[in-house]
């Protein structure tokens, strides 16, 4: 048992370690082989948007405001799109608040129009986003813990290497 945990212990020290290093090497698992998932980690890859910048920002209940959170990760995604223009951005928008379906769909077309908005003031050209409101159609969790719903209520920046046929 020791030894799995040394072999832990020192897995972690080296995706620390290359993260604060900013280095573009693959993320080997305790094995030495490339963790399921990271065999594309490198700068400017959707991995490495996902991994360090994040592509979901929250929202309060029944709210579409960005607050001093959101623009926390905003702000890295704004910083992260501009130095890799390649990318088209699709907007997610989701909810699981009290009201209709409706509603709920457009609480969430809110959120993600909120979200473009920001990025747009952030100098990220509004050309390469486009958004959708999905309201209660892909919970991330169904429950009615107040922290489990929370997780609902979010807009997902999915990186994109074209547009959705219906987005045009």
Not at 118 to 128: A, E, I, M, P, Q
Not at 129 to 142: A, F, I
Request: with cysteine; aromatic share 8%.
């Amino acid at each position: 048992m020791k030894h799995f945990e040394k072999l832990r212990a020192a897995a972690a020290l080296v995706v620390v370690s290359a993260f604060l290093a900013g280095c573009e090497t693959v993320i080997p698992d305790v094995t030495g082989a490339p963790a399921a998932g990271f065999e594309n980690l490198r700068a400017g890859s959707e991995e490495d948007f996902i991994l360090n910048v994040g592509r979901r920002t929250y929202f309060a209940s029944g709210s579409a405001e960005i607050d001093q959170t959101a623009r926390l990760t905003l702000d890295k995604q704004a910083e992260w799109l501009n130095a890799n223009t390649r990318w088209k951005i699709k907007l997610q928008g989701h909810a699981d608040d009290p009201g209709s379906e409706d509603e709920n769909v457009a609480l969430s077309a809110r959120r993600a129009e909120a979200v473009m908005a920001y990025l747009v003031s952030k100098g990220v050209d509004r050309n390469r986003m486009w958004s959708k409101g999905y309201g209660r159609e892909r919970l991330v969790r169904d429950c009615e813990d107040i922290t489990c719903k929370s997780q609902n209520r979010r807009v997902v920046s999915n990186l994109r290497d074209e547009f959705d046929a219906a987005a045009r």
